[in-house]
Protein backbone atom coordinates (compact mmCIF):
# COMPACT_ATOMS: atom_id res chain seq x y z
CA UNK A 1 0.00 0.00 0.00
CA UNK A 2 1.40 3.24 -1.22
CA UNK A 3 0.93 6.77 1.30
CA UNK A 4 -1.17 7.89 -0.87
CA UNK A 5 -3.58 5.09 -0.64
CA UNK A 6 -2.73 4.07 2.94
CA UNK A 7 -6.68 4.83 4.62
CA UNK A 8 -7.28 4.82 8.32
CA UNK A 9 -9.08 1.46 8.92
CA UNK A 10 -11.38 2.57 11.57
CA UNK A 11 -12.33 5.36 8.88
CA UNK A 12 -13.03 3.51 6.10
CA UNK A 13 -15.59 0.72 8.34
CA UNK A 14 -17.14 3.34 9.69
CA UNK A 15 -17.53 5.00 5.94
CA UNK A 16 -18.48 1.15 4.02
CA UNK A 17 -21.00 1.11 7.45
CA UNK A 18 -22.94 3.69 5.85
CA UNK A 19 -24.34 1.49 3.23
CA UNK A 20 -27.37 -0.76 4.73
CA UNK A 21 -27.06 -4.16 3.82
CA UNK A 22 -28.82 -6.88 4.53
CA UNK A 23 -27.90 -9.70 7.36
CA UNK A 24 -27.18 -13.10 6.24
CA UNK A 25 -26.35 -16.90 7.55
CA UNK A 26 -23.90 -18.69 5.03
CA UNK A 27 -24.24 -22.18 6.10
CA UNK A 28 -22.16 -25.29 5.37
CA UNK A 29 -21.49 -28.86 5.76
CA UNK A 30 -18.29 -30.00 6.53
CA UNK A 31 -17.68 -33.80 7.70
CA UNK A 32 -21.19 -34.33 7.72
CA UNK A 33 -21.26 -31.58 10.74
CA UNK A 34 -23.66 -28.42 9.66
CA UNK A 35 -21.96 -24.54 10.29
CA UNK A 36 -23.13 -20.98 10.13
CA UNK A 37 -21.64 -18.12 10.43
CA UNK A 38 -23.31 -13.90 10.01
CA UNK A 39 -22.00 -12.24 7.14
CA UNK A 40 -22.65 -9.50 5.15
CA UNK A 41 -20.31 -9.06 2.83
CA UNK A 42 -22.47 -11.13 0.46
CA UNK A 43 -23.03 -10.04 -3.21
CA UNK A 44 -24.80 -11.71 -6.20
CA UNK A 45 -22.73 -11.59 -8.87
CA UNK A 46 -24.17 -12.59 -12.14
CA UNK A 47 -27.15 -14.13 -13.48
CA UNK A 48 -25.85 -16.23 -16.43
CA UNK A 49 -24.30 -18.38 -15.18
CA UNK A 50 -26.20 -16.86 -11.56
CA UNK A 51 -23.28 -16.44 -9.64
CA UNK A 52 -22.98 -15.86 -5.44
CA UNK A 53 -20.10 -13.99 -3.84
CA UNK A 54 -19.23 -14.64 0.01
CA UNK A 55 -16.42 -12.98 1.74
CA UNK A 56 -14.75 -14.83 4.68
CA UNK A 57 -12.62 -13.03 6.87
CA UNK A 58 -8.78 -15.76 7.01
CA UNK A 59 -8.98 -15.20 11.02
CA UNK A 60 -12.66 -16.32 11.36
CA UNK A 61 -12.86 -19.51 12.92
CA UNK A 62 -14.98 -20.87 10.32
CA UNK A 63 -12.06 -20.00 7.27
CA UNK A 64 -10.57 -23.08 7.04
CA UNK A 65 -14.38 -24.65 7.14
CA UNK A 66 -15.19 -22.57 4.04
CA UNK A 67 -11.71 -24.02 2.73
CA UNK A 68 -12.93 -27.97 2.69
CA UNK A 69 -16.64 -27.21 2.05
CA UNK A 70 -18.13 -27.77 -1.74
CA UNK A 71 -21.07 -26.01 -1.32
CA UNK A 72 -22.57 -22.61 1.07
CA UNK A 73 -26.12 -21.78 1.61
CA UNK A 74 -26.79 -17.79 1.79
CA UNK A 75 -30.14 -17.86 4.01
CA UNK A 76 -31.52 -14.39 4.17
CA UNK A 77 -32.57 -13.10 7.82
CA UNK A 78 -36.10 -11.89 8.52
CA UNK A 79 -36.34 -9.25 10.82
CA UNK A 80 -37.62 -11.51 13.77
CA UNK A 81 -34.19 -13.36 13.28
CA UNK A 82 -31.83 -11.51 14.63
CA UNK A 83 -31.21 -13.99 17.40
CA UNK A 84 -29.74 -16.40 14.72
CA UNK A 85 -27.77 -13.48 13.57
CA UNK A 86 -26.22 -13.00 17.05
CA UNK A 87 -25.39 -16.61 17.59
CA UNK A 88 -24.06 -17.26 14.12
CA UNK A 89 -21.91 -13.93 14.60
CA UNK A 90 -20.20 -15.27 18.13
CA UNK A 91 -17.02 -17.02 18.28
CA UNK A 92 -17.02 -20.65 18.80
CA UNK A 93 -19.35 -23.29 17.82
CA UNK A 94 -23.08 -23.81 19.46
CA UNK A 95 -23.57 -26.57 21.21
CA UNK A 96 -26.34 -28.06 19.40
CA UNK A 97 -25.87 -28.54 15.61
CA UNK A 98 -27.51 -25.07 14.28
CA UNK A 99 -28.02 -23.72 17.63
CA UNK A 100 -30.57 -25.41 17.94
CA UNK A 101 -32.52 -23.61 15.25
CA UNK A 102 -34.82 -25.22 12.82
CA UNK A 103 -33.00 -26.55 9.55
CA UNK A 104 -33.42 -29.06 6.95
CA UNK A 105 -30.73 -30.21 4.06
CA UNK A 106 -30.95 -28.43 0.88
CA UNK A 107 -31.18 -30.32 -1.94
CA UNK A 108 -26.88 -30.27 -1.94
CA UNK A 109 -26.45 -30.97 1.22
CA UNK A 110 -26.93 -27.65 3.03
CA UNK A 111 -28.28 -26.19 5.60
CA UNK A 112 -31.61 -24.00 4.69
CA UNK A 113 -32.61 -22.48 8.16
CA UNK A 114 -36.34 -22.39 8.44
CA UNK A 115 -37.99 -19.14 7.84
CA UNK A 116 -35.27 -17.16 6.16
CA UNK A 117 -36.63 -14.20 3.64
CA UNK A 118 -35.43 -16.28 0.95
CA UNK A 119 -32.02 -18.65 0.47
CA UNK A 120 -29.78 -19.76 -1.89
CA UNK A 121 -28.09 -22.61 -2.10
CA UNK A 122 -24.60 -22.50 -4.26
CA UNK A 123 -21.93 -25.14 -5.52
CA UNK A 124 -18.32 -24.04 -4.64
CA UNK A 125 -16.94 -22.57 -8.67
CA UNK A 126 -13.86 -20.51 -7.10
CA UNK A 127 -11.86 -18.83 -4.38
CA UNK A 128 -10.18 -15.53 -4.47
CA UNK A 129 -7.57 -14.07 -2.57
CA UNK A 130 -9.45 -10.55 -1.56
CA UNK A 131 -6.55 -8.74 1.35
CA UNK A 132 -7.52 -10.09 4.51
CA UNK A 133 -10.80 -12.36 3.31
CA UNK A 134 -11.08 -15.13 0.97
CA UNK A 135 -13.70 -14.58 -1.78
CA UNK A 136 -15.78 -17.72 -2.33
CA UNK A 137 -17.90 -17.71 -5.38
CA UNK A 138 -20.67 -20.32 -5.81
CA UNK A 139 -23.33 -20.55 -8.85
CA UNK A 140 -26.59 -20.96 -7.23
CA UNK A 141 -28.15 -24.66 -7.61
CA UNK A 142 -31.17 -23.71 -6.20
CA UNK A 143 -33.02 -20.71 -4.46
CA UNK A 144 -36.18 -19.93 -2.96
CA UNK A 145 -38.46 -17.67 -1.05
CA UNK A 146 -39.32 -17.99 3.00
CA UNK A 147 -42.39 -16.41 3.90
CA UNK A 148 -42.76 -13.24 1.17
CA UNK A 149 -44.75 -11.37 4.20
CA UNK A 150 -41.57 -10.68 6.48
CA UNK A 151 -39.27 -7.64 6.50
CA UNK A 152 -35.78 -7.92 6.11
CA UNK A 153 -32.58 -7.81 9.21
CA UNK A 154 -30.66 -5.17 8.15
CA UNK A 155 -27.12 -4.03 9.00
CA UNK A 156 -26.00 -0.43 9.21
CA UNK A 157 -23.42 2.14 10.68
CA UNK A 158 -22.66 -1.01 13.16
CA UNK A 159 -26.30 -1.86 14.19
CA UNK A 160 -29.22 -3.94 13.47
CA UNK A 161 -32.04 -2.08 11.67
CA UNK A 162 -35.25 -3.12 10.68
CA UNK A 163 -37.55 -0.96 7.57
CA UNK A 164 -40.26 1.45 8.78
CA UNK A 165 -42.29 -0.30 6.91
CA UNK A 166 -43.09 -2.98 4.09
CA UNK A 167 -43.96 -0.10 1.61
Do not use: W
Not at 1 to 19: H, N, P, Y
Not at 57 to 64: D, G, I, K, N, T
Not at 74 to 90: C, E, G, R, T
Request: with cysteine; glycine share 8%.
Amino acid sequence: MTKETAVDQRLFRDVMGTFATGVTVTTINVDDQPYGMTMNAVVSLSLDPPLVVVCVQQSSSMHERFLKADAFCVNILSSDQKPISDLFAAHGDPEEPMGGFDYSNGKIGTPVLAGALAYAECRVSERLPGGDHTIVIGEAIDVDFGSEDDLPLLFYRGKYRRLADGD
